[in-house]
Structure formats: C-alpha cells, structure tokens
T-cell receptor, first 111, second 115 residues
Framework: GENVEQHPSTLSVQEGDSAVIKCTYSDSASNYFPWYKQELGKGPQLIIDIRSNVGEKKDQRIAVTLNKTAKHFSLHITETQPEDSAVYFC??????????FGSGTRLQVQP | EAEVAQSPRYKITEKSQAVAFWCDPI?????LYWYRQILGQGPELLVQ????????DSQLPKDRFSAERLKGVDSTLKIQPAELGDSAMYLCASSLRGPRNSPLHFGNGTRLTVT
C-alpha cells in the first residue's frame, strides 16, 4: 500500500516569511495529493489539492508542487500570518483506496 | 455550509467496557470513512463505506471493532472491549464520491480516553 512521509515535523517562521512542507510517497500509481489543515480541537480541512497530471497549483498565498519522477510534493505558504498556525497534513491516494496521510507538520507563525 | 456531524464530542470509558461513536455525513455523500488519529500523528483509515457496503476494512481490528452503515446514510463505530491503546481521536469523513473525484469533509471527531 501507499506510504507517505512528511517533514519537518515542526516548523517555526516569522510572520511574513514563507513556509515549505515536503512529502514523499511510495506508490507510483498514486494520482491525487491533497493537503489538509487541522486546527486545535477540529477535524482536518482541505486547503489545496493537486492531481498527477499537473505540476503546480496556486490558490492565493498557498501553492503545491508535484514531482512525479521523484515522487515528492510540497506545500508552499507565502506571506505567513498568525492564523496560518496549525498542523498540516499531506496525503496520497491510489485508485479507489482511501487517503493515506503523512504524520503532520506543526507550523507556528511568530508575530 | 453542510458539515459532518459526530457525537459524542468526548468519551471517557474504562478498559473492557463497550463504546460507540456516531457519524452523520453530509447529505448525498455516498462515501463514508472512519479514521483514527493518535495524538501527534496523521489520521489512519479504519474503514471505508460506499453507500452501505464496506469497501475497505483491512486496517480495522475486527476482534474488537465493528462498523455499520445500515441505510447508507449515518454510521456507527463500536469498540468492545475497549483497551488503553484505543485512546485517540476518531474522525469521520464523507465525500460525494471517492476521494480522487471529490474532497473529503471531516467532522470534528470524538476524543476517546480509555482509563
């Protein structure tokens, strides 16, 4: 089955700086890669996703890049704000199977 | 915006007792998932339903866990007997179709503490 590894486990940045979170996956057949944000006491919420036929996708301050050859994908957050502080999870999906999640990155944006 | 409803929000139980969690997905969502999230880790799939049928329960500890979605709408996850290692957040999610074709919407979970 799919295995998704995520790093770093914690990330602290100054407000206004950029943050980058990286994930690698094992199954070359995986074709869908979402990113979720989880705030304290809440369930994960989808923030952006990318499919295997696309190399990059942007949504305002958030972007995701995918390198199928190297089997890794990354989340980029620019101009970070205190409200971006949360735990971020990457995930991968193969065929009909449910998402396999990474272990999470705790992002702290220092004001 | 429609939400996935879960109850109870918190549950404390003693080991060897039975416990049950309930989930009501977003109306019209055919696919329902139960995930377990241990503190500091990512969610791990326990069971996936397509309508009322189980699609994947390969990671469900079937000696003590059971899940059902009798009418293809709401779902119940049961643990009997509970063990100390079952302490975790139990998350329910739903999607219109499979995850590739429509995003997963998560509820806010049930936090289980086994003493």
């Amino acid at each position: 089955g799919e295995n998704v590894e995520q790093h770093p486990s914690t990330l602290s940045v100054q407000e206004g700086d950029s943050a980058v979170i990286k994930c690698t996956y094992s199954d070359s057949a995986s074709n869908y890669f979402p990113w979720y944000k989880q705030e304290l006491g809440k369930g994960p919420q989808l923030i952006i996703d990318i499919r295997s036929n696309v190399g990059e996708k942007k949504d305002q301050r958030i972007a995701v890049t995918l390198n199928k050859t190297a089997k890794h994908f990354s989340l980029h957050i620019t101009e970070t704000q205190p409200e971006d502080s949360a735990v971020y999870f990457c995930a991968g999906e193969t065929g009909r199977r449910a998402l396999t999640f990474g272990s999470g990155t705790r992002l702290q944006v220092q004001p | 915006e429609a939400e996935v409803a879960q109850s109870p929000r918190y549950k404390i139980t003693e080991k060897s007792q039975a416990v049950a969690f309930w989930c009501d997905p977003i109306s019209g969502h055919a696919t329902l998932y139960w995930y377990r999230q241990i503190l500091g880790q990512g969610p791990e799939l326990l069971v996936q339903f397509q309508d009322e049928s189980v699609v994947d329960d390969s990671q469900l500890p079937k000696d003590r866990f059971s899940a059902e979605r009798l009418k293809g709408v709401d779902s119940t996850l049961k643990i009997q007997p509970a063990e100390l290692g079952d302490s975790a957040m139990y998350l329910c999610a739903s999607s219109l179709r499979g995850p590739r074709n429509s995003p997963l919407h998560f509820g806010n979970g049930t936090r289980l503490t086994v003493t």
